[in-house]
């Protein structure tokens, strides 16, 4: 999956386009594969339905927008990137300050007001509910039909229109029994739904746990509802950087919750390059909670514009992360991120030179245009997986990696040079 979509995402665009649409449209592709937890095939909350958080920021203006617990629009990151764009336009009536942030049904309410109907709308599945004192919940889609057909098209998948297909449904209605039990048999029945979204975030409910005879059938049902966010980051042709972050959330979350996804110095950061300091972008997942108390975007841009040593800089950012007071109610520490840096060659500014003629400038761009760019590619997690993909404009196709932290190890740390 990770080479056929990043082949797609990556290779689709092949107009000049700006940093900010190609982070764009990686992340709707992303979001429409229903394997990724982002958008199609999400991770459901207690209630049965899917709530999604995405931002993206623009390097250049430092604009920042984002969405959180979105259910009713099929490509979360497209809302986000709408936020987005309209912030950057200032204020509004009566000098009004444009949102960064909308939630819930405030969503909809805006995307209508602005008249921004090109964004396509999708149907909430039916709520679930489930009852605080037995923790036994509702058929969660009744009258539903079975599954797809075989060979299904990936609307076919979906249920009712909705973003929940019928492998989320069916691994949401498995772990929700195996939550169940395992609560069950650690705090008793009343507390039961008190304790769901501690039990998950917390770490209390494990593989061993969990009253199911065949270990490799847990394992399977567990991870499946654990997958990872979504995000990318991008420079475009003429040096500018964005990222973005798309996310269903972790799996049986209490609705409402908003993940580091929609929180700005969180999810993602992204900034140009100027004469002072380098272009930097990098995009997060892990635990959201972890990842929002620790600000772990912005705190990742600081450590880097510090840092000549990459690698010694992804270093310190997850050595510091794991090491942060702000964490020390959980037991475990997981967080990993993908980050762009580079740098302007001396005499390579995009503010022209008041000194120098004007031919002479364009003469020196046009060579300094000419001259191969080298960016630092960064990859580096906590978490004991996490897929990358990554090309340049000088690639055929993309370099796809599942990197595998070594169980010795307490994270893993790795750096490319990518003409660009």
Request: charged letters at 20%; glycine letters at 10%.
């Amino acid at each position: 999956m990770l080479r056929e979509q990043g082949s797609s995402a990556l290779t689709t665009t092949s107009t000049p386009v700006s940093a900010t649409l190609v982070v764009e449209h990686m992340i709707r592709i992303l979001e429409d594969d229903p394997v990724t937890n982002a958008g199609t095939g999400s991770n459901l909350n207690l209630n049965g339905q899917i709530e999604c958080d995405a931002s993206i920021m623009n390097g250049t203006t430092l604009g920042f927008g984002s969405v959180g617990a979105v259910s009713d629009f099929k490509n979360p990151i497209a809302v986000a990137a709408k936020v987005l764009q309209e912030s950057d336009q200032g204020p509004l009536s009566l000098g009004r300050i444009p949102p960064l942030l909308l939630v819930g049904s405030g969503i909809t309410q805006w995307v209508e007001t602005m008249g921004f109907s090109t964004l396509e709308r999708v149907r909430p599945l039916a709520t679930t509910t489930t009852d605080a004192g037995t923790g036994t919940q509702e058929e969660a889609g009744s009258g539903i039909q079975a599954g797809p057909a075989e060979g299904s098209t990936l609307e076919q998948r979906s249920v009712n229109g909705s973003l929940v297909t019928y492998e989320s449904l069916q691994n949401h209605i498995r772990f929700q029994t195996m939550l169940q039990k395992a609560a069950t048999a650690s705090y008793g029945e009343g507390s039961l739904t008190a304790r769901l979204d501690q039990d998950l975030d917390g770490g209390n409910v494990s593989i061993s746990s969990l009253d199911n005879p065949t270990g490799s059938t847990k394992r399977k049902a567990l991870e499946s509802c654990l997958q990872d966010t979504v995000g990318a980051i991008c420079i475009d042709g003429n040096g500018r950087v964005a990222a973005g972050v798309s996310s269903g959330g972790i799996a049986m979350k209490f609705p409402g919750r908003v993940s580091e996804a929609a929180l700005f110095g969180a999810g993602c950061w992204a900034q140009d390059p100027s004469e002072e300091s380098p272009g930097f972008a990098c995009s997060m997942t892990g635990a959201g909670e972890q990842i929002s108390k620790t600000l772990l975007a912005k705190t990742c841009m600081d450590t880097f514009h510090g840092e000549d040593d990459t690698a010694h800089a992804a270093n310190t950012v997850l050595d510091r992360f794991m090491a942060s007071p702000l964490l020390r109610s959980y037991e475990g520490r997981h967080a990993g991120f993908i980050a762009v840096k580079w740098s302007l060659k001396d005499g390579d500014s995009s503010e022209p030179d008041s000194g120098r003629d004007q031919q002479e400038q364009q003469d020196t761009r046009e060579m300094d245009d000419n001259a191969p760019r080298i960016a630092e590619f960064i990859f580096a997690h906590t978490t004991k997986t996490m897929g990358v993909a990554f090309m340049s404009a000088h690639d055929k196709k993309p370099t796809a990696i599942m990197s595998q932290r070594k169980p010795e190890c307490t994270k893993t740390v790795s750096t490319r040079m990518v003409k660009i």
